[in-house]
């Protein structure tokens, strides 16, 4: 395990090894309001207490509009700053530091009516969706609301924040062009919505904060997903998190005799461009594999997901050589729905008690 348990630095952030806890939303755990509940903060205590380099805390909606679902947590009020902020101290006193993924879900949100760059009609969650085209006056308004949330992280004491830019929600609409048909300069310029985010974030946070972003491998093909990442990097982007894009809109590809997945693949393509950090993710289930990919994708950093929800010691386990557990892929998590039915964490917690 050479390289997982290495130290590393994102910008002047000193992360103490190489295993990073990515954002995984959990419903039920707050209410309408968004506001953080004493279950959502011992959750990322434990977690923290579990030993991961890095947390990137659970999407968080930077407009109550813009939620996935109506059980969110939320950062588009300044009354949500204390809440959040009881998260951060918990983590801190682990020596852990925390990002929180901002987010808006155009099209994905929950909500009846919903914005797309451009008008749309898709499959969402298995039903089709029609969404109405952002007008400019709109478009403006949300970047604000992420300016503005990326402050109230700051507020509330996280290390940075990481720009939700995939999995089919507002950003990731912006950069698939396949989506985004507007014929204006947005439309043009897929990066644009976003590179004004990270400049507006720039010019409110310090300069020690972390601004990074979650951003899709095809959106909607690899070439693309290079050329978003080497605009985020001039940008001037501190890492960038690869995972999947505007999922029914892209071509996810990798070599037949590739040993790992096409997210670590193109997690690999990318790096190999830009000189920032960069995480991949995606069903990796030991720590000897973790270190493999990160020696033959050359990548920094694994994120470690449901392998984390199955038994939050994940990383300390790795380190001390001791069973991690194994997330058993199912077809739909019940961490989005009853957490106490995990498999996987019911036969880790059988296994060593
Ligand atoms: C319950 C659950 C909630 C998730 N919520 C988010 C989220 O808020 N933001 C995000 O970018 N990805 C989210 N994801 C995706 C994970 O961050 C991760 O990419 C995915 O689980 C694959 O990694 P793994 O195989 O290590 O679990 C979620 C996944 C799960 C299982
Ligand atoms: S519910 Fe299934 S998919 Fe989710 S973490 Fe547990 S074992 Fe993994």
């Known amino acids: 395990m050479n390289k997982l348990f290495n130290p590393m630095k994102i910008r002047n952030l000193e992360v103490k090894n190489r295993i990073a806890v990515p ?15 004493d279950i959502q903060i011992e959750h990322y205590r434990k977690i923290a207490q579990g030993g991961p380099g890095l947390i990137i805390q659970e999407a968080t909606c930077v407009e109550k509009a813009g939620r996935l679902c109506d059980s969110q947590i939320g950062i588009w009020e300044d009354g949500q700053i204390e809440g959040l902020s009881r998260i951060t101290k918990a ?8 990002f929180v993924q901002i987010h808006h879900g ?58 939700h830019g ?49 951003l899709g491998a095809y959106e909607p093909t690899l070439s693309d997903g290079i050329d978003h990442a080497l605009e985020f990097q001039a940008c001037g982007i501190d890492f960038l998190n690869i995972s999947s894009g505007f999922a029914q809109l892209s071509d996810p590809f990798k070599p037949d005799d590739y040993p ?31 270190d493999e990919i990160l020696n033959t994708a050359r990548v920094d950093m ?9 038994n939050p010691n994940w990383a300390s386990d790795a380190i001390n050589g001791k069973d991690t557990g194994a997330c058993i892929h199912c077809k739909t998590c019940m961490w ?6 995990c498999p996987g964490r019911i036969k880790y917690e059988r296994k060593n008690s």
């Open 23 to 37: 954002p995984m939303v959990i419903y039920n755990r707050t209410d309408d309001t968004g506001y953080v509940t």
């Open 91 to 98: 983590v801190h006193e682990t020596g852990t530091p925390i």
């Open 106 to 163: 155009g099209i994905y949100g929950f909500m009846e009516e919903t914005v797309c760059p451009s008008e749309i009609e898709c499959m969402v969650r298995g039903k089709s969706k029609k969404s109405r085209a952002l007008s400019l006056d709109e478009l403006h308004r949300i970047q604000n609301s992420f300016a503005e949330a990326a402050e109230r992280a700051y507020k509330a004491g996280y290390d940075g924040i990481e720009l």
């Open 166 to 214: 995939c999995h089919n929600y507002l950003i990731s609409q912006f950069l698939n062009s396949r989506v985004n048909v507007r014929n204006d300069e947005y439309g043009k310029n897929p990066a644009l919505f976003a590179k004004e985010i990270i400049r507006e974030i720039r010019k409110r946070t310090p300069a020690s904060f972390i601004v990074g972003m979650r």
């Open 260 to 290: 790992f997945t096409d997210l670590i693949y193109g997690a690999q393509e990318i790096r190999k461009r830009i000189s920032v950090p960069v995480f991949t993710v995606g069903e990796i289930t030991s720590p000897k594999q973790a």
């Open 302 to 310: 694994v994120n470690i997901g449901r392998g984390t929800l199955v």
């Open 336 to 341: 989005r729905i009853e957490p106490q039915k």
